[in-house]
């Protein structure tokens, strides 16, 4: 494996993708898990197809589209929320819905021929490019250095935001920071394992982790290392097989999270 | 010295009336009850003022700079979620402006050990927030609007799910922190109020009775009695 990597620059750049996505979601997953935005962060991937489309049509950049696309979902659904009756689980269906309607029009109307969808949808980790990478790490670095710089804050909204809003702190700020960061996170991560999928790298590993743990800081730190391991393996399955990349990550951290549930009960009986 | 005034607040809800034309006033130091049926409009007034729910006519005027613990009736926060009793009760000196890399003083930690050792919490400061009783939990909730060394403390039902001797626990810190601080208690606990004579106001949409129960004379009634 070690020689493929050096040899090859398309393998490179898939592992550092690997290593990058995995600490976007430890942190994003973690958090959406616990602040129960799961199926919001589905939404949120879906409604990006729209803008994906839009970037095809007018001729640029289809993630910058999706990011676009992205934010506008959060901040809607939030604000909208806020404002009317309608529960965000409605919300969430609807923007999921239209999101992707808007993608098959703009990509109908796009003059040409029609642009591969498969690999917004699925992802493919082996066709990323080195700016990507380059984007991808200041994702990253940017998600890692506010969630550390910001931790207190972070862990003290996530468990009870009315009580922080009671000590005078400007929750919305939080809130908007707080889904932009989770709208950008998911855009790029769906270059890596797609629309579908992405939703499953972000709960996984997040979910094998708090087998070990009960502390928000250490399951972020143990669902990156996890979904280190787990995407690095993903990803050479799919080279070795010539396998989609999306679909073996997410089987083999499926595969992991089943196989250490029954090993932590058996290590913990021991232990008694 | 009012540390709180209250004028004319009325709230609704999609249309519904939860208050109607409130008026009250809290001074400093001293210890209020508020009491009244289900569905009255209590927590609701509280929520006002803490500015969790906005009036639709009213205002509420708080003194400048005047600290507010909360110990809320329901709690909104999932409680499986993974954070240890300890860290839930440093929250509360949490600082309100939010500074990157912003850490816990000596003192905050201080504080928040002191707390823990006075509500007897040392055993179960490790523990997560799910391991609790509903009581235990309760105690927490209250060291945690105890930690932030309010001015006034404001707290919606606290004994509700406690058996009698964490109430009367609970009853004592109240009192010594009313020594020199203000609290607010909003109860059902009618044999409490009869032992413990002070101001007490009875909410229904409206203030139906208000009065200092420890002077009688000084009683009046505000609108029709029910
Ligand atoms: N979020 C809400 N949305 C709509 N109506 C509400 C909401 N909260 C309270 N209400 C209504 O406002 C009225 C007052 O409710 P509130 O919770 O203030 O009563 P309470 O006096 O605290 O009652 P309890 O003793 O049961 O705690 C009730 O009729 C209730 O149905
Ligand atoms: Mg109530």
Not at chain 1, 190 to 211: C, N
Request: glycine share 10%.
């Amino acid at each position: 494996m070690i020689g493929v990597l050096i040899e090859y620059d398309f393998m490179r750049n898939a592992f550092y993708s690997a290593l990058l996505s995995s600490v976007i979601c430890g942190i994003i997953g973690t958090i959406i898990v616990e602040k129960k935005l799961v199926s919001m962060s589905g939404g949120i991937a879906h409604t990006s197809f729209g803008g994906i489309g839009l970037g095809f049509l007018l001729g640029i950049e289809p993630l910058i589209g999706g990011v676009g696309f992205a934010v506008s979902a959060a901040l809607g659904i939030a604000s909208i929320k806020r404002r009317t009756s309608t529960e965000a689980d409605t919300l969430i269906g609807m923007f999921w819905a239209v999101g992707m309607a808007l993608g098959v029009i703009f990509i109908a109307l796009t003059p040409g021929y029609p642009p591969d969808m498969t690999t917004y949808l699925f992802g493919d980790i082996l066709t990323v490019s080195s700016r990507f990478v380059k984007i991808l790490a200041l994702t990253a670095f940017m998600t890692v250095l506010l969630s550390i710089s910001l931790f207190r804050y972070l862990k003290g909204y996530l468990f009870d935001e009315e009580y922080l809003k009671i000590l005078g702190i400007n929750t919305t700020f939080m809130e908007y920071l707080l889904y932009i960061s989770i709208s950008v996170g998911i855009v790029f991560l769906i270059k890596v394992v797609g629309i579908v999928l992405s939703i499953a790298m972000l709960t996984i590993p997040i979910a094998t982790a708090k087998i070990f743990s009960r502390d928000l800081g250490r399951i972020m730190i143990y669902s990156t290392l996890i979904g280190s391991i787990t995407s690095i393996g993903g990803m050479w399955f799919s080279y070795m097989y010539n396998i989609p990349s999306g679909a073996s990550i997410i089987m083999v951290s499926i595969l992991v999270y089943a196989l250490t549930y029954p090993v932590s009960r058996i290590i913990s009986k021991k232990r008694v | 010295m009012n540390i709180i005034d209250i004028n004319n607040i009325s709230v609704e809800y999609f249309g519904t009336k939860a208050l109607e034309g409130v008026c009250l006033s809290i001074v400093d130091k001293e210890f209020l009850s508020i009491i009244g049926p289900n569905g009255g409009g209590k927590t609701t007034l509280i929520k006002t003022i803490l500015g969790l729910v906005k009036p639709s006519s009213g205002i509420v005027e708080i003194k400048k700079g005047l600290r507010i613990g909360y110990v809320p009736q329901h709690t909104k926060f999932d409680r499986n979620f993974p954070i240890s009793v300890h860290d839930v009760i440093i929250t509360g000196r949490i600082k309100p402006k939010i500074r990157m890399f912003s850490r816990y003083s000596e003192e905050d930690k201080r504080l928040t050990d002191d707390i823990i050792e006075r509500l007897g919490l040392e055993t179960l400061k490790n523990r997560q927030i799910g391991e609790l009783s509903g009581g235990q939990l309760q105690k927490v909730l209250i060291a945690r609007a105890l930690v932030t060394e309010p001015d006034l403390l404001i707290l919606d039902e606290p004994t509700a799910n406690l058996d009698a001797e964490n109430k009367n626990e609970i009853y004592k810190i109240l009192h010594k922190f009313n020594e020199d601080k203000a609290v607010i208690l909003v109860t059902h606990d009618i044999e409490y109020l009869n032992n413990n004579k002070r101001h007490v106001v009875l909410l229904n949409k409206k203030i139906i009775y208000s009065g200092d129960s420890r002077r009688n004379n000084h009683e009046h009634y505000h609108g029709e009695r029910t």
